[in-house]
């Protein structure tokens, strides 16, 4: 591949300075996504620049340019697809089967978020976002606003169990928020590989045992339903 070429941006072999079809267009975004996302995850945001980034695709910096003028543009749209498949976890597990009752949805969904964020391919991203925004108040009012969008599902869920009587009534999103802290502990417990349960933690290439996981969910989720369930 020549480094700087549009065309090593392309999948299906279009001719230079040939318009791309809606697919090669979207294959093109797919893979700038998921660069940018790998050295904003590996250097920081605050230390990647778009003409890296360009470097890293092996494409020219025009190409970056042309679709996202400036970086925060472009973290934008790498955590607006993030944000959009997290939504879309979240929605599909708690549809999925099990239990038919609010509450048996709100655990698969809470369950799938515990799944997601303990990969630490997944946490790895976020907490470098995390770390910036700790000193740039713009990453962290953009970072509340991606949290509320992406648990934006959870609260609904909530609401739900509560209209159902099958939560205690209180405000929806407090409640989400205490379920997403007890949520972490498990994150956190998982991500440092201390499940405390020996063997059946962490395996080889440091994904989480399914059992310790659960193990450790359950746990939490018993605590949740007992401070809010109305059985």
């Known amino acids: 591949m020549e480094s700087g070429s549009d065309v090593n941006m392309d999948t299906g072999g279009r001719k230079p300075g040939g318009r791309p079809t809606r697919e090669q267009a979207a294959a093109i975004d797919a893979r700038i996504l998921d660069g940018a996302r790998a050295v904003f995850c590996r250097k920081g945001v605050a230390n990647s620049g778009l ?81 910036e925004a700790a000193v740039s108040p713009a990453l962290r009012e953009r970072l509340a606003f991606w949290s509320r969008e992406a648990l934006e599902p959870l609260v609904g869920f909530v609401v ?51 059992l310790s996981l659960l193990r450790l969910f359950d746990e939490r989720w018993a605590v949740f339903t007992t401070a809010f369930g109305n059985g």
């Open 51 to 131: 003409e890296e980034i360009a470097t890293e695709l092996g494409a020219s910096k025009h190409t970056l340019y042309r679709r996202y003028p400036n970086k925060a543009a472009l973290l934008e749209a790498v955590v607006g697809r993030d944000v959009g498949r997290f939504r879309d976890a979240l929605l599909s597990a708690a549809a999925g089967e099990g239990g038919a009752g609010a509450l048996d949805a709100l655990r698969r969904a809470a369950l799938r978020y515990v799944e997601i964020g303990s990969s630490r391919e997944y946490a790895a991203f976020y907490l470098s976002v995390s770390a």
């Open 160 to 210: 739900v169990a509560q209209r159902a009587g099958e939560l205690r009534p209180g405000d929806p999103a407090s409640v989400c928020g205490i379920l997403i802290d007890l949520l972490e502990g498990v994150n956190n417990r998982i991500r440092l590989g201390d499940d405390g349960l020996g063997d059946d933690g962490l395996g080889d290439e440091g994904a989480a045992d399914a």
